[in-house]
Nanobody, 118 residues
Framework: QVQLVESGGGLVQAGDSLRLSCTAS????????MGWFRQAPGKEREFVAR????????YYADSVKGRFTISRDNAKNTVYLQMNSLKPEDTAIYYC???????????WGQGTQVTVSL
């Protein structure tokens, strides 16, 4: 069973940056897509960004477009989420996920907390 482990969360001030990392436990793991999601207190989980594992094609939620950048390092089995110009409304638990096919995400990490203060 593949495990996804996120890191890099923390407490920052508005306008600051953070980089989240997500590493898959198996070196031979080759998903179709890796994604980042987030869930704020009292809200449903929402999509943030995704990247195709082979070609590196990216897609972002409108709320983070221009501020967040998703990337991957295939050799390290790691996907990153660079978050710039953070806002208090970005406060949430951030989860990475892996999709093997064209439908649902099959594997999820445990989440990492990002808190942005004024």
């Amino acid at each position: 069973q593949v495990q996804l482990v996120e890191s890099g969360g923390g407490l920052v001030q508005a306008g600051d940056s953070l980089r989240l990392s997500c590493t898959a436990s198996e070196r031979t793991f080759t998903p179709l897509v890796m994604g980042w999601f987030r869930q704020a207190p009292g809200k449903e989980r929402e999509f943030v960004a995704r990247i195709t594992w082979s070609g590196g094609s990216t897609y972002y939620a409108d709320s983070v477009k221009g501020r967040f950048t998703i990337s991957r390092d295939n050799a390290k089995n790691t996907v990153y989420l660079q978050m710039n110009s953070l806002k208090p409304e970005d406060t949430a638990i951030y989860y990475c996920a892996a999709r093997l096919g064209s439908l649902e995400y099959n594997y999820w990490g445990q989440g990492t907390q990002v808190t942005v203060s004024l």
